[in-house]
Structures are given as C-alpha cells and as structure tokens.
C-alpha cells in the first residue's frame, strides 16, 4: 500500500516490468518518518479530499447540469480549436541524458552498466537499464 504520490511511476520509459509491489514498499519503508514522507502524507490527504468532494459534486448533478456543461465544454474546445495557432513550433529537450552522457564520456566503462547522476539525496536521472532495477 502507502502514500499514492509516492509510489513507482511503471509508465516512464525502462520501467515496465519491475516488482512493483516490492519496490513502493522498499520507497515507503526507506521513508517513514521523514519530513518528505510527512509532506506526501497530508499532500495524499488533500488530494484524496479533492477526489471526493468532485465525485460527490458529480453524484449530484442532475441531467440537466451535466448537458449544459458538456455543451459549454464543447463550444470551449471548439473556440480553442479556432484560435490554435500552428505557425509557430515549440521544442522541449529533456536534458537528463546530456547529464548521463557527461559521466559516460569521463569513465567510458559506465556505458555498459546500470547507472544513475546525482547526489545521496536526489537523482537528476538514471538510464534504462538502471531503471530495471526501480532506480527512478
């Protein structure tokens, strides 16, 4: 079980077909009783409040209600649609392998192995064969 915002995201590339179950449980125990664990438990609370109180908001609305913002919902999109400018491109580079390619081009003996960067206390990124192991 444990804290949902703390559990292993399985649908990052290279980490389909690890044990789950057996690492949430190495991320909960390793965890507990740190001011992180702490921070993610009332975030859980909240989101999970959060939850609740939409699913209720739903239960609740009528037919009518429901109707009117699919058709509000639509116009929205619709107007969206319309106004969507495609003359322009946006790239996103995701640097974390530039920072695995550094350390690979310094101790070219790295390239075969499971390996991460970064320090005790948090990851920058860890390649995939890395990853089949659950580090993240």
Known sequence: SGIKTMQLND???GMQGLDKEMINKIIFEASKGTPYFTFQEKRQKSIDSKVTEMNLTL???TAQERKTS???MTKLASMFEIER???H???HIDMDAFYAAVEMEDD???REKPMAVGTSSMLSTSKYLARKFGVR
């Open 11 to 13: 649908q990052k590339a």
């Open 85 to 87: 400018d495609l003359s």
């Open 70 to 72: 699919l058709e509000k």
């Open 108 to 110: 070219p003996s790295l």
């Open 89 to 91: 491109s946006i790239v």
């Open 59 to 61: 239960e609740r609305a």
